[in-house]
């Protein structure tokens, strides 16, 4: 007698076995049998007949963070069978935080994150309670964010951390895995944490080095003339700190080395094969998204959203923006490809007539160049302008969607 049981579907159980026919009995929420179980009584029996039953998945990179609390069900990903979500990536989790710099955390965030729900946390402990008593459809792996630890503890000034800074960092991710922390992770394009050099990674992912089964995952640093080097920093603080590597959203972005998924691969192949614990995840799709923000001068971002803001609405400040993003290009180098730059979502309702548009269609409209109009929409929008960079091949991606390397 189970509890439930699903019979007549085609299992694939997870283990790498090949897909079967097979019942499946549930007693006390526990996969109590599996097998030709037709003659067994259930208080609840479910008919799989043409079906696959198969076991959760993890959606191993999501910013869902802070909208599953709001919508609690989770609906998105549970109708596409995903029942665990790891949280936190790029740098990018909601915890810990300082209550002086809870706004400036809460702005860097909000182009991934949204303005959902209100922040009533300072800690790990306190997020996960939070999301404990909304009641939560689907399970969270949290990742602490390296944005949120340098901004609690240095701030969002572009600086290097003094050895006091990295010190209480280091504690900071050290609390975070005492309290449940899946991992750590990195977004080193995104301020605060691109201000962060390898050393302070290290110093940071050692922290976690203590703590078994936590990864280090990375958003890399993709600038121009990176795009190996980027991944190959990762792997390297794997190796410099024994911790597990996960390279986020893999990709070839720079148009002067689409087509060299293979090289990238390389990278991680090589560190496999000589024993580490190196894996990627990667879009299924040849465009990624986040806030153009990140698209600005460096500079020009230290301090947080609203510095940058006020900068853009500084004539003198704005011009220098104008020629350094021309000058400097798209992410210190790669061409700036405007008509593959979409204006994805809009906060203010000036912004919004572009959503949808490109930039290029957008510059159109306002009869301005492609990087004035850039900055009039930075503008229009408080800064907080998402963007969605379609600065992929689909070759490339399938290179990486079909990479695959064993250990020895
Ligand atoms: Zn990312």
Redesign the pocket.
């Known amino acids: 007698m189970f509890d439930t049981l699903i019979c007549n579907g085609t299992l694939v159980d997870g283990t790498g076995a090949g897909a079967r026919q097979a019942d499946l009995g549930i007693r006390n929420e526990v996969i109590a049998d599996i097998g030709d179980l037709g003659d067994a009584t259930a208080d609840r029996t479910i008919d799989a007949t043409g079906q696959v039953v198969a076991p959760g998945f993890i959606d191993i990179h999501t910013h869902s963070d802070l909208t599953l609390l709001a919508e609690p069900h989770g609906l998105s990903k549970i109708l596409q069978g995903v029942t665990t979500e790891v949280t936190g990536?790029?740098g990018y989790s909601p915890f810990p935080i300082s209550p002086e710099r809870t706004e400036t955390l809460r702005e860097t965030l909000s182009s991934v994150f949204g303005d959902a729900v209100p922040w009533t946390w300072q800690d790990l402990e306190g997020y996960r309670q939070a999301a404990t008593e909304i009641g939560l459809a689907i399970n969270i792996a949290p990742l602490v964010g390296h944005s949120a630890v340098r901004g609690m503890v240095v701030g969002f000034e572009d600086r290097p951390a003094t050895a006091d800074e990295i010190r209480a960092m280091n504690y900071q991710v050290d609390q975070a895995m005492a309290q449940g922390a899946f991992g750590f992770s990195t977004?080193l394009t995104l301020p605060p944490s691109a201000y962060g050099d390898t050393a302070e990674i290290v110093a940071l992912t050692e922290a976690m080095a203590r703590w078994p089964g936590r990864i280090y995952t990375s958003?890399i640093r993709c600038w121009s003339g990176y795009h190996i080097t980027g991944v190959q920093e990762a792997v390297d603080i794997g190796l410099a700190t024994g911790v597990p590597v996960q390279v986020?959203?893999m990709a070839v972005n720079d148009p002067r080395h689409w087509g060299e998924a293979d090289t990238v691969i390389e990278v991680c192949e090589d560190a496999v094969k000589s024993g580490h614990d190196v894996t990627f995840d990667v879009y299924p799709y040849d465009a990624s998204s986040s806030g153009f923000s990140q698209c600005m001068p460096t500079w020009a971002q230290s301090g947080g959203p609203a510095a940058l803001l006020s900068r853009i609405r500084t004539p003198a400040t704005r011009l220098q923006i104008r020629d350094d993003m021309l000058e400097e290009g798209l992410f210190r180098g790669w061409p700036w490809l405007w008509d593959r730059l979409l204006v994805s979502t809009t906060h203010t309702e000036a912004a919004k007539p572009y959503e949808g548009l490109t930039i290029q269609e957008a510059a159109h409209e306002m009869n301005l160049e492609p990087v004035d109009a850039a900055l009039t929409l930075m503008d229009l929008d408080d800064a907080r302008l998402t963007i969605i960079f379609f600065y992929r091949t689909e070759e490339d991606m399938c290179a990486f969607l079909t990479a695959l390397f064993q250990s020895r």
């Open positions: 990536n790029c977004g958003h986020a959203h």
